[in-house]
């Protein structure tokens, strides 16, 4: 990273500039014997650099394309102009191969967010492109240390290589690229040093395909003080373990109460049967203090409107396809595909009908072409375009709702760009918390209210963070106007 720059001015924001070069790459992921693995790097490193600014502070990122391939980057839960959001396509030109882009942006909220490509992610995510994006608050609450755990997910096959059966039918169907190797900051881990009595701020991401986590921190108390990058009032997680989709982000509070000597192995929970210890925590001999500090958890609010439910428009999305999709849809009253409520057909207007029916025609082609099997709306997108007729236009600076049905078998992290959003209910129950998410992470046959200010004009992408889902399909526009 380059040194701070101070532009003239009394008032002027700090600048910080970064350069990120994707490219080709060998890292150690997995532990001896294995040797290292080709992957794809930003700046030569799985993760990339962990980038951190202060609120309020200006960020320049000089993106250069080292692949054989087009890329882009997107800030992925920062409230970013729309022209700097890095939709291929939607919002830029994608990258070309030796090109570079520049992307600028203000640092409006505080918070744990990342960086990933927007083009291909299922395959560009996939080899190793993401990197933890850090924005400090002004006056950052007291922790011994702050740490961050990027959670990554891979296929590795016998010789320590990544399968390259990217975007496999067999994944787009069922619940993503779920791989057999997870790392914590690009290496398989085996212990984490702490001392008894120290408190960790510990922000973890997840950065995989498709992989939900659901961790057990072995009798330790993690408090969760914020949620992709939002602050929330700080509180155990409900059923006591850590539950993160793709994509999303917890921001904890764990105060180490073992004893000097011992290990603590964190266990991720989340399949049935392939529960795995993720790390030790291995106490140091020596304690840094008897008993947890008391030390305040509340984290400041981030400058988000609040939406208005009595104004709020309501707008209902429903999810389908998948495997056993027709199943679950049919249970719950709804068609997959192609003429579901509010879909295709719904949009036909009396006297335009041909030509929309010939542009239907030209869809479903394409989508059976492309072996779509997600659908939002009846709506399978083209991944390779992100250019899609908005499925949703929303009044701008106005409070909206999206009442979002997941009539599919399997889970899906929803992810909205240019928006944070609170979640307001499941399944019509309001939540506790009422907390600010980007990507909420919806289970197979719930009903997840979310509620927001579209204050962010522009064309955004909302779909499914199980990378392979957005490729088969499950992916639409909001235009913010
Ligand atoms: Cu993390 Cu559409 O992105
Ligand atoms: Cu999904």
Same mark, same amino acid.
């Given at each position: 990273m380059l040194p701070l720059l101070r532009q003239p001015g009394a008032n002027a924001a700090a600048m910080r500039e970064v350069r990120l070069r994707a490219a080709p790459g060998r890292t150690q992921l997995a532990p001896e014997p294995f040797g290292e693995t080709s992957a794809w790097c930003y700046n030569g490193t799985v993760p990339g650099p962990e980038i951190r600014v202060r609120q309020g502070e200006r960020l320049r990122v000089a993106v250069e394309n080292g692949l054989a391939e087009e890329t882009t980057v997107h800030w992925h839960g920062v409230r970013v102009p729309n022209a700097m959001d $890095?939709?291929?396509?939607?919002?830029?030109?994608p990258i070309a191969v030796g090109e570079r882009f520049v992307y600028e942006f203000d640092a409006v909220d505080a918070g744990t967010f990342w960086y990933h490509p927007h083009q291909r992610g299922f395959e560009q995510v996939g080899r190793g492109l993401y990197g933890p994006l850090i924005i400090e608050e002004p006056e950052p609450i007291r922790v011994d240390r702050d740490v961050t755990w990027v959670l990554g997910d891979w296929r590795l096959m016998k010789s320590g290589e990544i399968s390259d059966d990217f975007g496999n039918r067999h994944d787009i169907h069922h619940?993503?690229?779920? $791989?057999?190797t997870v790392t914590i900051n690009g290496r398989v881990p085996d212990s984490f040093a702490v001392r008894k009595g120290e408190r960790i701020r510990l922000r973890l991401i997840n950065t995989a395909n498709a992989r939900i986590f659901s961790l057990d921190f072995a009798g330790h108390e993690p408090i969760v003080i914020a949620l992709d990058g939002q602050p929330v009032s700080p509180h155990a997680p409900d059923g006591g373990q850590v539950v993160l989709g793709p994509a999303m982000r917890a921001d904890l509070i764990v105060d180490m109460t073992g004893e000097p000597g011992s290990r603590a192995s964190i266990v991720d929970r989340f399949y049935q049967g392939l529960e795995y210890r993720l790390v030790d925590l291995a106490y140091a001999d020596a304690p840094l203090r008897e008993r947890a500090p008391d030390w305040p958890m509340e984290l400041p609010a981030n400058p988000l409107p609040e939406p208005d439910l009595n104004t709020a428009s309501r707008n209902e999305v429903v999810l389908t396809g998948g495997m056993m999709g027709e199943m679950v849809a049919q249970d719950m009253g709804e068609s997959v595909g192609?003429?579901?409520?509010?879909?295709m057909m719904g949009d036909m207007k009396p006297g335009g009908m041909m030509g929309d029916m010939n542009s239907m025609m030209g869809g479903m082609m394409r989508m059976m072409n492309s072996g779509a099997a997600w659908f939002i709306n009846g709506v399978a997108a083209d991944e390779g375009s992100h250019v899609m007729k908005p499925m949703l236009t929303l009044a701008r600076d106005k409070s909206h709702v999206i009442a979002m049905t997941n009539a599919t078998a399997w889970h899906h992290p929803m992810h909205l760009h240019g928006h944070s959003f609170r979640v307001i209910s499941r399944n019509g129950q309001p939540t506790r918390r009422r907390e600010w998410q980007d990507t909420v992470l919806v289970s197979p046959r719930e009903k997840v209210e979310i509620a927001f200010v579209a204050d962010n004009p522009g064309d955004w992408m909302f779909h499914c963070h199980v990378l392979e889902h957005q490729a088969g399909g499950m992916m639409g526009v909001i235009r913010v106007a």
């Amino acid at each position: 990273m380059l040194p701070l720059l101070r532009q003239p001015g009394a008032n002027a924001a700090a600048m910080r500039e970064v350069r990120l070069r994707a490219a080709p790459g060998r890292t150690q992921l997995a532990p001896e014997p294995f040797g290292e693995t080709s992957a794809w790097c930003y700046n030569g490193t799985v993760p990339g650099p962990e980038i951190r600014v202060r609120q309020g502070e200006r960020l320049r990122v000089a993106v250069e394309n080292g692949l054989a391939e087009e890329t882009t980057v997107h800030w992925h839960g920062v409230r970013v102009p729309n022209a700097m959001d $890095g939709v291929p396509h939607l919002t830029q030109a994608p990258i070309a191969v030796g090109e570079r882009f520049v992307y600028e942006f203000d640092a409006v909220d505080a918070g744990t967010f990342w960086y990933h490509p927007h083009q291909r992610g299922f395959e560009q995510v996939g080899r190793g492109l993401y990197g933890p994006l850090i924005i400090e608050e002004p006056e950052p609450i007291r922790v011994d240390r702050d740490v961050t755990w990027v959670l990554g997910d891979w296929r590795l096959m016998k010789s320590g290589e990544i399968s390259d059966d990217f975007g496999n039918r067999h994944d787009i169907h069922h619940n993503g690229r779920v $791989g057999n190797t997870v790392t914590i900051n690009g290496r398989v881990p085996d212990s984490f040093a702490v001392r008894k009595g120290e408190r960790i701020r510990l922000r973890l991401i997840n950065t995989a395909n498709a992989r939900i986590f659901s961790l057990d921190f072995a009798g330790h108390e993690p408090i969760v003080i914020a949620l992709d990058g939002q602050p929330v009032s700080p509180h155990a997680p409900d059923g006591g373990q850590v539950v993160l989709g793709p994509a999303m982000r917890a921001d904890l509070i764990v105060d180490m109460t073992g004893e000097p000597g011992s290990r603590a192995s964190i266990v991720d929970r989340f399949y049935q049967g392939l529960e795995y210890r993720l790390v030790d925590l291995a106490y140091a001999d020596a304690p840094l203090r008897e008993r947890a500090p008391d030390w305040p958890m509340e984290l400041p609010a981030n400058p988000l409107p609040e939406p208005d439910l009595n104004t709020a428009s309501r707008n209902e999305v429903v999810l389908t396809g998948g495997m056993m999709g027709e199943m679950v849809a049919q249970d719950m009253g709804e068609s997959v595909g192609p003429g579901a409520p509010g879909g295709m057909m719904g949009d036909m207007k009396p006297g335009g009908m041909m030509g929309d029916m010939n542009s239907m025609m030209g869809g479903m082609m394409r989508m059976m072409n492309s072996g779509a099997a997600w659908f939002i709306n009846g709506v399978a997108a083209d991944e390779g375009s992100h250019v899609m007729k908005p499925m949703l236009t929303l009044a701008r600076d106005k409070s909206h709702v999206i009442a979002m049905t997941n009539a599919t078998a399997w889970h899906h992290p929803m992810h909205l760009h240019g928006h944070s959003f609170r979640v307001i209910s499941r399944n019509g129950q309001p939540t506790r918390r009422r907390e600010w998410q980007d990507t909420v992470l919806v289970s197979p046959r719930e009903k997840v209210e979310i509620a927001f200010v579209a204050d962010n004009p522009g064309d955004w992408m909302f779909h499914c963070h199980v990378l392979e889902h957005q490729a088969g399909g499950m992916m639409g526009v909001i235009r913010v106007a």
